[in-house]
């Protein structure tokens, strides 16, 4: 069996799915319904979905319509999204782009010693100090950085070590994500310099009875400027864990509320840290003082063009030099692209797509803010042939409940993807049934069966989506399958709607 990769390779021409509409494909009429149509129809009308809101198509490249059902409605996709942020920005930016971190300085080098401060510079690497496995190790990062004061005779600082986030603007998280969320670590956002993405680990333990307090221990990063209140308490059996956090970006402090069941072992909670720049600047200062190298002034971030070196204060320090007026003395590099974007498609990262999506308006228009971001996305999606109007992109996790997007679109996309030259590379992102994150999808089903489809799913309260590719498995391009399946507003758990969704799948796999 031939994979999608090299069908695509092997293909002397390129089909693309007919988009005479810039809601709804132009479909075909099908000469007798498909099994997966005649599926979709009974399922719509249980007690599943009978209520809900619920869209599917699937065609194939040739642009024979399988199955289609409220194709046009537009639904909340949730991490779908991640698709379409991942699929723009590596056709935009190359499958092998990098992100740059720089390290500079102000004044100047005297026997040893640097009489200014010294800068981290970030350029948007989502993967500084990160637990991924794609990530530098935050000591072998350092060390780099290290040697590039070592190459320019620095052994003492008198002056602070400033994180520099400047390269993305704008707030640091969407205005249209739930309260709840920016708290939490999914939820986190950031400039251009961030630390460990952004995450906050606490311990978290329930109390001795219901309504004591819960116990939370702050496990890592250490963030000693930092002020937390606690007024969680210890809910009873089987009531989960419903703890959030509530903090911002302007002051350091933060409020863990809600509950966390009597009954629920411990773990590791992970919330959000809104000064990732001043937190890399903090371990990377320490890291210096552990290797011999003084800073004499401690650390500091830059914000709204002021850099802050007391968190505590609400004084502002002086205006931060300008980055072009810095002296760089060395640059390191985030994984490629394509390495993110496929830990961001698998593991569902939202800070990783965050910041693809913010990367896009930074490098057409200058700018990370969210207004050059939705605009940048859109000029991509509209050169590559997938034409956004009708649909509303809010964000690039999926985070944003105000995203509003159709299975049509979803194919649309994922048609014109196949007509990209980063294809190739763009569909070895995407997860497989049976494969990692995915390991329960498809389950019974034969192994050649799971092996044909890629896709990535999306989740939330009342939101479960599915949208990817089936490869023929015989034939040509044009006999594979673009499928998106989308399904809101339900109030059953999503173990009830996931084994319609998948039987979907295995029913529009059969179909070629």
Not at 98 to 108: E, P, V
Request: aromatic residues 10%.
């Amino acid at each position: 069996m031939r994979t999608l990769k090299l069908i695509l390779a092997a293909s002397v021409a390129a089909i693309s799915l007919a988009t005479a509409s810039a809601q709804v494909p132009a479909v075909k009429k099908q000469a007798s319904k498909s099994k997966a149509q005649r599926y979709i129809e009974l399922a719509s009308g249980n007690d599943i979905l009978k209520n809900a809101s619920f869209g599917v198509l699937a065609m194939t490249e040739g642009g024979d319509t399988v199955a289609s059902w409220n194709c046009g409605t537009r639904l909340i996709p949730a991490s779908t999204m991640k698709l379409v942020t991942a699929g723009a920005a590596m056709h935009q930016l190359g499958p092998d782009f990098k992100f740059q971190t720089r390290i500079g300085y102000t004044g100047t080098i005297k026997e040893g010693v640097l009489e200014g401060d010294l800068y981290i510079v970030g350029g948007g690497d989502p993967t500084i100090a990160s637990k991924d496995s794609i990530a530098l190790s935050k000591d072998r990062l350092f060390s780099q950085w290290k040697g590039f004061l070592d190459k320019a005779g620095i052994k003492r600082i008198n002056g602070m070590v400033i994180g520099d986030g400047r390269y993305f603007d704008g707030p640091i998280e969407r205005d249209t994500w739930s309260y709840q969320d920016v708290g939490t670590a999914y939820g986190t956002g950031g400039d251009g310099l961030c630390f460990y993405e952004n995450a906050q680990d606490m311990k978290v333990t329930a109390g001795a009875t219901v309504g004591s307090p819960v116990s939370l221990v702050v496990s890592y990063p250490s963030l000693p400027w930092m002020n937390y209140r606690y007024t969680c308490r210890t809910g009873k059996a089987g009531t989960g864990d419903q703890l959030y956090m509530f903090t911002s970006e302007f002051l350091p402090y933060a409020e863990v509320r809600g509950s966390f069941a009597i009954d629920r072992k411990a773990k590791t909670e992970e919330f959000s840290n809104k000064f990732g720049a001043y937190t890399c600047a903090y371990y990377f200062s320490e890291y210096l003082r552990s290797k011999g190298v003084e800073v004499t002034r401690g650390v500091a971030d830059v914000r709204l063009g002021r850099i802050r070196s007391n968190l505590s204060s609400t004084e502002q320090g002086p205006y931060a030099s300008k980055v072009d007026d810095l002296k760089m003395i060395g640059t390191t590099y985030s994984p490629t692209l394509k390495r993110i974007a496929r830990e961001t498609l698998l593991e569902s990262d939202n800070f990783y797509a965050e910041t693809m999506y913010r990367i896009l308006g930074r490098r057409l228009h200058h700018s990370a803010a969210a207004d050059s971001c939705n605009v940048a996305v859109s000029e991509v999606l509209k050169r590559m042939g997938a034409d956004p109007s009708g649909v509303r992109i809010d964000d690039g996790s999926g985070l944003s409940r105000y995203n509003f997007v159709s299975p049509a679109f979803f194919v649309r996309f994922l048609s014109a993807m196949m007509d990209s030259p980063v294809f190739g590379d763009y569909i070895e992102t995407l997860g497989q049934p049976g494969g990692r994150h995915y390991e329960t999808r498809l389950n019974g089903e034969k192994a050649a069966l799971k092996s044909r489809v890629h896709l990535k799913s999306g989740s939330m309260g009342g939101v479960r989506c599915f949208s990817g590719y089936i490869e023929p498995s015989e034939g040509s391009r044009s006999d594979a399958i673009i499928f998106s399946i989308m399904a809101n507003n339900f109030i059953v758990p999503v173990s009830r709607v996931d084994p319609i969704i998948d039987r979907i799948i295995v029913l529009l796999a059969a179909d070629n």
